[in-house]
């Protein structure tokens, strides 16, 4: 667990440059022979106290002051005082958002996987009074509690949920640690799920079932793409029946395209050039060939 508090010393830098500024007052005046020692004595134990009076807390902050051991109030945030003694600073508390990373190693989903999942959790303090007097140590309860609440989380759901829906369960999880939190004053805004780590074991596993779903999806696809074809040929087959000038036509266009790509070799049988006059066109087609050949060679 990260630590997020800060000491922060009890005596402000503003009370230490008024004690030594009257105190620098004081020893002048005796120089002087102005003041006794008993006065001498007497401005001191006044700096001091002057000193231990003045507080000063950040702009995000408030200050728990008790008062002989009782709750008195909350300060600042700014200069403020207390009195000497009698009261106290007991923490000063942050109200800004903080973050707290967390995680939870070897859990078991509901199917029964272990799983290692990181989260981190956005929360503030929205009621210093409660958290000062509900709760000892906010900081460390708030993690624990995190912890336990993530634990129970993934306890409850599968591993495909947690892989699929790591936002529902983030606001599952914000809801849990809320109703836990706000009765010390904290409120829980937003919970995201890092990462989560499964074995590498099963890992390969998953990896190989995809795999061959992938494989499956590619063949079902490849033989409605076959389905298809074959359909179009039918119906192709149907108007060319009754139709053998289009059927003829179309074996011209295939030939013609075939003959396109030079270098091409395209065997027809003879049946089909007498049936079709492609002959004379083919001897005229490569004809032209060579002589384009010739042309380009001059």
């Known amino acids: 667990m990260k630590k997020i508090t800060k000491s922060k010393n009890s005596i402000s830098n503003v009370s230490v440059a008024i004690f030594f500024g009257i105190e620098a007052l004081i020893i002048l005046l005796k120089v002087f022979g102005m003041i006794n020692l008993t006065l001498l004595v007497v401005g001191t134990l006044i700096a001091v106290l002057l000193a231990a009076a003045i507080r000063i807390a950040d702009q995000w902050e408030k200050a728990v002051v008790l008062r002989l051991g009782k709750f008195k109030g909350l300060k600042g945030p700014g200069l403020f005082f207390i009195i000497p003694i009698i009261d106290r600073i ?33 929360w503030t303090v929205w009621d210093v009074e409660k958290t000062a007097l509900e709760v000892q140590d906010y900081v460390t309860a708030v993690y624990y509690i995190a912890q336990t609440g993530l634990r129970d989380i993934i306890g409850k759901h599968e591993l495909a949920d947690l892989l699929q829906n790591r936002e529902k369960i983030g606001e599952a999880l914000q809801i849990a640690l809320d109703e836990h939190t706000n009765p010390w004053g904290i409120t829980c805004q937003t919970v995201g799920i890092k990462d989560i780590v499964i074995p590498s074991a099963l890992a390969d596993a998953m990896s190989k079932q995809a795999q061959a779903e992938r494989e499956r999806q590619a063949r079902i696809i490849l033989g409605t793409a076959e389905t298809e074809i074959s359909e179009k040929f039918k119906q192709a087959s149907e108007n060319y029946h009754n139709n053998p000038v289009a059927l003829q036509l179309r074996g011209m266009n295939m030939l013609f395209e075939g003959l396109k790509e030079k270098g091409s070799l395209v065997i027809v049988p003879s049946s089909a050039l007498e049936s079709m006059n492609l002959g004379a066109i083919g001897g005229l087609t490569a004809l032209a060939e060579q002589h384009e050949e010739k042309a380009n060679n001059d």
């Open 90 to 122: 007991d923490k000063y508390v942050d109200q800004r958002v903080r973050v707290t990373d967390f995680t939870a190693e070897e859990t078991l989903t509901k199917d029964t996987v272990p799983v290692n999942v990181d989260a981190v959790v956005y």
